[in-house]
C-alpha cells in the first residue's frame, strides 16, 4: 500500500509532458524526459556499484540539473541522498561524510581540491565528477568517475529494484546550518517529502503554468524542499543559478515571465540595493514567498513599489515552511508569520508545557506529516527537539487574538536583564531601519550591574561609516523600552553568515563577545 517513492515525479510527468521545460539552471533548460532519463542512467550505474535501498551518497554542488539527476535516481532506488553544503572546508565535510556513513559522492570539478583530502579519512568508495562550466575548474582526476560518461554508458529505461520503496523509508539527510554546535542531519522521508509538496502548491496555488524563481541553493531545505521538488511534483518551471547575481536575477523574473518568487530578506536586500528591479516587468508575479523574522518593515513596502507583494514564511530544516502570511492579511498583520499551512499543526506553549493565551510569549510547537523523522544517528538529539509527536522549534513568539503569528527570537539567543527578557531580534528589526545601518545582529554580553546586556555589532550603509551608541540610543528613544537598548556597539564589514542566510552568533558570541570596545 505504502510502495510509492518522490522518483515517481519525473517518471508520471515524462510520460504526460515530456517536452516541457522542468528546470532551468544558468539559462540552460532541461526538459521532464530528459530528468527523467538522466536519472534512470545515474541509477543503474549506482546498482552497478553495488549501492542498495538505506545506503547513503552524497552530493557536493552548486545548483545543476546534476544534483536532481542524482536526487531522483536515489528515489527510485531507495537510496538516502545527503545534499552538502559547498561552502564547507574539507574538515568540515568530513564530519558529515563520516556522521552519515556515506559510500559514494558526487561533485562539482571546482570543489575537487576540497574532496581531495577528505578521501583517505572517510568510508567513501566511489566518487563521481560533475563539469561545472568554470574555465579554470580542473579535469576529471584518476579516482573519480566522469558524471558524463555516466549518461553515455548507461540505460535510460527504469530501474528495476530489488527491494521496493516505501513512502515511508528515508529520502534525504539535510544538516542545518551548525549554528550551535556540530551539524544535525535531519532526515526526511518519501512521505514527508510529498507532504511538503503539497504544502507548497497550496500555499501558491500552483498550477502546471506556473514558473518559479529562486537562488537559494539546493542543499538547503528551501532551494529543495520550497522550490524546486514542489514545482517538479505539480509538472511546473523551476528556475534558478548557480549563484545570486542581481542583474540575472531581475532579468529572469522578464525573460521566463516569472509566477512564483521564493527569495529570503538577504537576498531582497542586495537585490533591491543593486537597482536591477528598475524597469523590470513583474506583472506575471502572482507569488511572492520570503522574507523571515528580521525582515524590515520596510522592504515589504519597497517591494511593493516594484509590484512584489511579498508573503511572510516561517519554517527550519525540521519542519520547511510551517506557516505563511495569506496575501489577504499583508497589510492588517503586517509584521506577522502568518498561519499554519493545511499540513501543519503548530501552538504557543508556556514553560509548563501547556497552550500559551493569546499574547503571551512561548515556544512555537507544532506536529503534522511533514515534520522530520529526527536526526541521523543523534537519539539524544532527537528526543530534545520531538516528545510525543511534537516538534520543538526552539522558536519563541506569541499567537494574537485571532491566532495569527509573530516572531519574537530564538530561545538560545534571549538575555536577561536586569532580570528582564530582551529577545534580540525585536532590536534589530527596528535598527533595520535606521538610515546609517545595512544590517546588524545583538547578542547578550556579562554586565556586573545588569547580569547581561546588549551587545549591537552594526554593517554600515557606506563602507567607513561609524554608528555610535548614542545614535543608536537616540534612534531608539521612544520606539522601545530602555532596558532593551544595547550598552555596546562594534562596527563589522560584514556579517558571518550561513548559506541560508542566517547570521552565525554562535560565532560572534566566540569572536567579540567578551570584548566590549566601540572600535
Given amino acids: 500500500m505504502l510502495e510509492w517513492s518522490v522518483g515517481e515525479i519525473t517518471k508520471k510527468w515524462a510520460k504526460l509532458t515530456p517536452d516541457k521545460v522542468a528546470f532551468i539552471c544558468d539559462d540552460k533548460p532541461a526538459t521532464y524526459k530528459q530528468l527523467n532519463d538522466n536519472a534512470n542512467c545515474v541509477a543503474h550505474y549506482l546498482q552497478e556499484k553495488g549501492l542498495k535501498k538505506g545506503d547513503r551518497i552524497a552530493v557536493l554542488t552548486r545548483n545543476c540539473e546534476e544534483l536532481l539527476d542524482v536526487f531522483f535516481a536515489a528515489a527510485k532506488l531507495g537510496l538516502i541522498l545527503v545534499p552538502m553544503n559547498f561552502r564547507l572546508y574539507s574538515k568540515e565535510l568530513e564530519y558529515q561524510l563520516n556522521n552519515a556513513g556515506v559510500r559514494l559522492l558526487a561533485f562539482h570539478d571546482s570543489f575537487t581540491d576540497n574532496v581531495e583530502p577528505v578521501r583517505s579519512s572517510t568510508k567513501v568508495e566511489a566518487f563521481v565528477y ?23 554508458d548507461f540505460s535510460t529505461d527504469e530501474p528495476v529494484v530489488e527491494e521496493m520503496v516505501s513512502l515511508t523509508d528515508p529520502i534525504t539527510i539535510l544538516y542545518t546550518s551548525g549554528t550551535t554546535g556540530a551539524p544535525k542531519g535531519a532526515v526526511l522521508t518519501h512521505l514527508q517529502t510529498y507532504f511538503k509538496n503539497f504544502q507548497i502548491m497550496t500555499y501558491a496555488n500552483m498550477a502546471e503554468d506556473d514558473v518559479y524563481l529562486s537562488t537559494l541553493p539546493l542543499f538547503h531545505s528551501g532551494g529543495l524542499y520550497i522550490q524546486t521538488i514542489p514545482a517538479l511534483c505539480r509538472g511546473a518551471t523551476a528556475v534558478t543559478f ?3 547575481d542581481p542583474k540575472d536575477f531581475c532579468q529572469a523574473i522578464e525573460k521566463y515571465k516569472i509566477t512564483i518568487i521564493l527569495a529570503l530578506t538577504s537576498i531582497w536586500r542586495i537585490i533591491i540595493r543593486s537597482g536591477e528591479l528598475e524597469g523590470i516587468d513583474t506583472s506575471n508575479v502572482r507569488v511572492v514567498l520570503g522574507g523571515g523574522e528580521r525582515t524590515p518593515i520596510n522592504m515589504f513596502h519597497e517591494l511593493e513599489e516594484y509590484g512584489l507583494k511579498m508573503q511572510a514564511l516561517f519554517g527550519q530544516t525540521e519542519n520547511s515552511c510551517m506557516m505563511v502570511l495569506p496575501k489577504k492579511d499583508m497589510y492588517d498583520k503586517m509584521g506577522s508569520i502568518g498561519l499554519p499551512g493545511f499540513f501543519t499543526d503548530l501552538w504557543i506553549q508556556d514553560a509548563e508545557g501547556n497552550r500559551a493565551a493569546p499574547n503571551q510569549v512561548g515556544e512555537i510547537v507544532g506536529r503534522g506529516p511533514a515534520v522530520m523523522n529526527g536526526y541521523w544517528d543523534m537519539p539524544d538529539m532527537t528526543a530534545a527537539a520531538i516528545s510525543d509527536g511534537m516538534l520543538h522549534t526552539g522558536d519563541l513568539g506569541y499567537q494574537d487574538e485571532d491566532g495569527y503569528f509573530y516572531i519574537v527570537d530564538r530561545a538560545k539567543d534571549m538575555y536577561r536583564s536586569g532580570g528582564e527578557n530582551v529577545y534580540p531580534a525585536e532590536i534589530e528589526k527596528l535598527l533595520s531601519d535606521h538610515p546609517k545601518i545595512s544590517d546588524t545582529s545583538i547578542i547578550g554580553v556579562n554586565d556586573e550591574k545588569w547580569g547581561e546586556t546588549g551587545k549591537a555589532f552594526i554593517v554600515p550603509k557606506k563602507p567607513g561609516d561609524v554608528v555610535t551608541i548614542d545614535e543608536i540610543r537616540e534612534f531608539l528613544d521612544g520606539k522601545i523600552a530602555k532596558f532593551k537598548w544595547p550598552s555596546h556597539v562594534q562596527m563589522l564589514g560584514e556579517l558571518p553568515m550561513t548559506a541560508s542566510g542566517k547570521i552565525k552568533k554562535v560565532e560572534l558570541k566566540e569572536k567579540y563577545g567578551a570584548t566590549l570596545n566601540t572600535e
Avoid: E, R
Fill in 242 to 244: 548557480q549563484q545570486l
Fill in 130 to 152: 560533475i563539469k561545472s562550466g568554470a574555465s579554470d575548474a580542473p579535469v576529471c582526476p584518476g579516482w573519480a568517475t566522469d558524471f558524463s560518461d555516466i549518461l553515455k
